[in-house]
Nanobody
Framework: VQLQASGGGSVQAGGSLRLSCAAA????????TAWFRQAPGKEREFVAY????????YYADSVKDRFTISRDRAKNTVYLQTGSLKPEDTAIYYC??????????????????????WGQGTLVTVSS
């Protein structure tokens, strides 16, 4: 599985960007997808999760009601629509894929080590 993230850039606070994650080697038939981000000097953190069929979608509290995760099956691409961006949203954004397998706890989707494949990241910079 290869993931190619794109769509990052520099925007002013209040603006929006649509991040894309094009996948090769998976059609998301049974794979879950997620977006994480990592700000300078900080650990990678969970942003958004989408189950393989879209039945379960979760967001970090910090982005809830501002970001939307979605998938275009025909393009084999997962998106993260961001909005009302804040300077604290500045980070490298990574897409990730988790293969279907039993999980030990219900909030596994927030853990970096539960994902099997990662994209290279795309930088989002938000200025005040």
């Amino acid at each position: 599985v290869q993931l190619q993230a794109s769509g990052g850039g520099s925007v002013q606070a209040g603006g929006s960007l649509r991040l894309s994650c094009a996948a090769a080697g998976t059609s998301f038939t049974s794979d879950a997808t997620a977006w994480f981000r990592q700000a300078p000097g900080k650990e990678r953190e969970f942003v958004a999760y989408r189950s393989w069929n879209g039945g379960y979608i979760y967001y970090a509290d910090s982005v809830k009601d501002r970001f939307t995760i979605s998938r275009d099956r025909a393009k084999n691409t997962v998106y993260l629509q961001t909005g009302s961006l804040k300077p604290e949203d500045t980070a490298i954004y990574y897409c990730a894929v988790a293969r279907a397998r039993p999980r030990a706890f219900s909030t596994w989707y927030k853990r970096v080590d539960e994902y099997d494949y990662w994209g290279q990241g795309t930088l989002v910079t938000v200025s005040s």
